[in-house]
């Protein structure tokens, strides 16, 4: 018995010895397998680079992996053998005078067989650059688009200047389907551009198979992918349908695709370009950065507002023309009323209008009859009047993306320009229960915001962060209230603030109680109903303070918004958000920057 247990005390050793070389091994051949693949993608990297500038390419050189200035410079400047098609198409189909920049040089691009990717602002007319040269190539563009009414709004747009185009979606009829499926292989190419969604790509082996032939018919010009960022999950708007776009590339690699988007980081892209299938994209970017735009943000005082965005058309902006953004149609409506109230000439613009209203509004502005349109997001297709001199934001945006869209349309003449925000505490709820269906609404009001709420770095490196851009704090140059005016602000400690307003709503919420931000402002500063007042401690901080306090901690996840619906409308309440039991941690401290000119905190406060 006892040689047995020796035994196989003696056959243990020797195998866990045995297992311990076997794991060195291992991991040795691991050590080993990871330099063999990282040597084995430097090599077929530099073997995808010697076969594709191997290849012919259309053009004499062979494709750069990066794309210079130079470059940028011949394909938007230098004449092509299909240029003086592309232009008298621009003017008498599209009606153009002159292209807006970097459409050219996509468009050469384009159409010399590269692919593309193209980072532009929405609405600064990405869809011209393969609606054109669609119009200058044999058979037909494919267009992929992820909303069926984004495609009908493009379909109506090129029918209204008689451009062939069609589509195929899950609710074209058997008749159409047919006709169209027969017309891409039809060498008279009874449409230039076919509009279908993903879907119909990933499920409809008659479009792949007729797709095929077209190709094989030398008909399948391009490809177009717009809303490109929609293939990536880390972009904003992942689209499953969209990652199996790849089968194009794959299946029809001599095809130039170009896709289109306003917002992908280039994190992004890269997905994008993988998921494509997409081997050396060039990719262009519309410069992000206007350097003659100042912008600014004040405080909003709601009784003196439009006499402060009054006293502003009246004095600085004299004679000029600008944009005065709102929050709904009524208060276009009103705006402009308080406007010619104090001798403004001020027309309202918005979605609920007659079309020629609209019309009329906008031709008077443009011909400086009237100085100022008072408008909802709704104005801006379309708005290509260069000398705006001025954006003032009466309520803020509903997320950066639509501020930069919505300021940039202020001096497209590269003359200096202000894009002024008047930012109001209950805007920011009016705005939150608008966008309360939006998956990400919340957030991106968050940033807006922030941007807003910001005291302390330049506003154009905000945005420049946003949008993933590289950005050098020197290249503001003062263009930015913060920059021009820097320093004006002090660091307090809000602990103990912060501890006494969220009280006010845990306390509220023990009795059952919803507080609107205004209550709990109002609660706060001591004007509440008594019953709660014997409850907490009033404040004696400025009514700026507290709200600035209350936006500090909602954007910091001590508050967050508790929405109720009614039939009739949607209400914001503040409740405590996920960090709000850290307040009870003694050692948990929160601090603030704030602006100096709010005067009222004790010195005590000041770090
Ligand atoms: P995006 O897709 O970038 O959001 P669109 O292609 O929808 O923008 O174009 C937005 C608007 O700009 C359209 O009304 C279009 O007619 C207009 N547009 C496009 N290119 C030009 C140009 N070169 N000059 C003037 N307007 C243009
Ligand atoms: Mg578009
Ligand atoms: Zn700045």
Same mark, same amino acid.
């Given at each position: 018995m006892a040689n047995d247990i020796d035994d196989a005390q003696?056959? %243990?050793?020797?195998?866990?010895? $045995? *297992?311990?070389? *076997? $794991? %060195?091994q291992i991991s040795e051949l691991l050590e080993k397998q990871s330099k063999l693949n990282s040597r084995k993608s430097k090599l077929l990297k530099t073997l995808e680079g010697a076969c594709s500038s191997a290849q012919p390419s259309g053009s004499s050189k062979a494709p750069k992996p990066t794309f210079s200035k130079q470059d940028l410079q011949h394909h938007e400047e230098s004449d092509f053998s299909w240029s003086k098609e592309v232009q008298g198409e621009l003017m008498s189909v599209f009606k153009l005078s002159k292209f807006r920049p970097l459409q050219r040089a996509a468009i050469n691009l384009s159409m010399s067989g590269k692919d593309l990717f193209l980072v532009m602002p929405t609405g600064r007319g990405k869809s011209l650059c393969f609606q054109l040269p669609a119009l200058c190539s044999k058979g037909f563009t494919l267009v992929i688009a992820p909303l069926v009414s984004l495609m009908e709004d493009q379909l109506m747009y090129l029918k209204s200047i008689d451009v062939a185009a069609v589509t195929l979606n899950a609710s074209s009829s058997k008749e159409d389907s047919k006709r169209i499926l027969a017309g891409m292989i039809d060498k008279n190419s009874p449409f230039k551009l076919l509009y279908v969604t993903p879907e119909k790509i990933a499920k409809s082996k008659l479009l792949m198979s007729k797709l095929e032939k077209a190709y094989n018919m030398g008909l399948l010009a391009?490809?177009?992918?717009?809303?490109?960022?929609?293939c990536s999950q880390w972009g904003h708007d992942f689209r499953p349908d969209y990652k199996l776009l790849g089968i194009l590339k794959r299946q029809f690699p001599k095809v130039p695709l170009v896709g289109l988007t306003a917002t992908a980081t280039s994190s992004v892209l890269k997905d994008c370009q993988k998921i494509l299938c997409v081997q050396n994209?060039?990719? %262009? /970017?519309?410069?992000?950065n206007r350097p003659n735009l100042y912008y600014e943000v004040r405080f909003k005082d709601n009784e003196n507002c439009i006499d402060d965005i009054a006293a502003l058309i009246k004095g600085k902006y004299k004679n000029q023309s600008g944009i005065v953004y709102v929050f709904s149609q009524k208060d276009a409506e009103n705006v402009a009323v308080d406007l010619r109230k104090r001798d403004i000439l001020a027309q309202p613009y918005h979605a609920n209008m007659q079309p020629s209203d609209k019309t009329l509004v906008h031709k008077h502005w443009a011909s400086k009859r009237i100085q100022v349109v008072v408008a909802t997001v709704a104005f801006g297709m379309g708005i290509d009047k260069a000398d705006v001199r001025f954006v003032i934001h009466h309520t803020i945006s509903k997320s950066i993306e639509n501020y930069y869209q919505e300021s940039g349309r202020a001096g497209r003449d590269d003359n200096p320009a202000d894009c002024i925000v008047f930012f109001g505490f209950m805007d920011i709820f009016r705005i939150s229960t608008m966008v309360v269906m939006e998956n990400t609404g919340q957030q991106k009001l968050h940033n807006m915001v922030a941007y807003c709420q910001n005291v302390d770095r330049c506003r154009r490196s905000l945005m420049a962060i946003h949008f993933d851009e590289v950005w050098n704090d020197d290249e503001c140059d003062q263009m930015c209230d913060v920059c021009r005016h820097g320093n004006d602000y002090v660091t307090m400690d809000i602990t103990k603030h912060a501890q006494d307003v969220v009280s006010i709503v845990e306390h509220a919420s023990s009795m059952d109680e919803k507080l609107t931000p205004l209550k709990v402002c109002e609660a706060w500063m001591g004007k509440g109903p008594a019953k709660h007042r014997k409850m907490i401690t009033a /404040?004696? *901080?400025?009514?700026l303070e507290v709200e600035s306090i209350i936006i500090h901690l909602l954007l910091h996840g001590y508050f967050s918004e508790d929405f109720s619906f009614t039939p009739y409308t949607t209400h914001f309440y503040l409740k405590l958000g996920r960090k709000s039991a850290l307040l009870k941690n003694s050692s948990h401290s929160i601090t603030m920057k704030m602006r100096r000119i709010l005067p009222s905190f004790s010195t005590a406060d000041v770090i």
């Open positions: 003696a056959e %243990l050793d020797s195998v866990e010895a $045995e *297992l311990e070389m *076997l $794991e %060195l391009r490809i177009a992918v717009d809303e490109v960022h929609c994209p060039i990719t %262009l /970017t519309a410069p992000f /404040t004696s *901080l400025s009514r």
